[in-house]
């Protein structure tokens, strides 16, 4: 039963690998770009974002040493981000919409780990696919694999403490961790572009408007794929999850 659940998360990784390899990617959609954010605000992102990823470093080595049989989970978890996020629509000038997958991963193992996870998926999406940026990437990371995790494990344990209605904690969990990406992502424009008339306020109206309309069905979208995903794992990874205390033990 081990092989199987090995083999079948080892397969669900390899078509990830090959839906991101196989897709064309265009080189103007990305997150943030790398240069369009002035050098005061990428500093200061990366110093917001550098704290948090130390802190995943250390959940990351804990968990990996206490239950070293969730390793394969974890790759599974990168991957799902990965592939999510590299899924793009171009929206605001500089930047692009897309799912942003870190809802499961952060369900799974907790907020921090995820500040690990994408920020691996960020750099590999910088380096490898023009997506996104190394300058940018402390900015990207905050939206993404930090505020956008840390809602989704919140929001997840909020429902399940309220009505225990699992698919709908996941669901919950995945789409306003896409949502509130963007959110950050549209204050983070507007604290560096400020209107003209208005200031910060209206810049964030208009970026998070903008987004909105793109960002929304994608959001719903990418709640009901984590739900799909969710129950995969809980018919051919059970014990994993047992481990990790994200479904009860059967008596």
Request: hydrophobic residues 55%; contains cysteine; proline residues 4%.
């Amino acid at each position: 039963m081990k092989k199987h659940r090995g083999v079948s998360l080892a397969m669900m990784a390899g078509l990830s690998t090959y839906l991101v390899a196989g897709s064309p990617t265009p080189a103007y959609a990305m997150h943030i770009m790398e240069g369009f954010l002035p050098v005061g605000w990428a500093v200061f992102w990366w110093v917001v974002y550098l704290p948090f990823l130390v802190w995943g470093v250390r959940s990351l080595t804990q968990i990996t040493r206490q239950h070293p049989e969730t390793k394969l989970l974890l790759a599974l978890a990168g991957a799902f981000t990965f592939v999510l996020s590299a899924l793009k629509i171009p929206s605001v000038t500089g930047s692009c919409s897309h799912p942003t997958g870190t809802g499961l991963g952060a369900v799974l193992f907790g907020p921090t780990v995820m500040s690990v996870l994408g920020g691996v998926v960020l750099l590999f999406q910088a380096l490898l696919l023009a997506h996104g940026g190394l300058t940018t990437l402390g900015a990207n990371a905050v939206s993404m694999a930090v505020i956008g995790p840390f809602v989704a494990y919140g929001v997840y344990h909020l429902v399940m403490r309220s009505s225990r209605r699992q698919t709908l904690a996941i669901f919950g969990a995945a789409a306003l961790a896409n949502l509130i990406t963007y959110v950050v992502t549209s204050l983070q424009l507007a604290l560096a572009f400020p209107a003209a008339t208005g200031g910060v306020v209206a810049a964030f109206a208009k970026f998070a408007g903008i987004f909105a309309l793109t960002q929304i069905p994608l959001a719903i979208s990418e709640g009901l794929l984590t739900v799909l995903v969710w129950n995969w794992l809980q018919t051919y990874n059970r014990e994993e999850l047992q481990v990790l205390n994200v479904i009860k033990q059967e008596s």
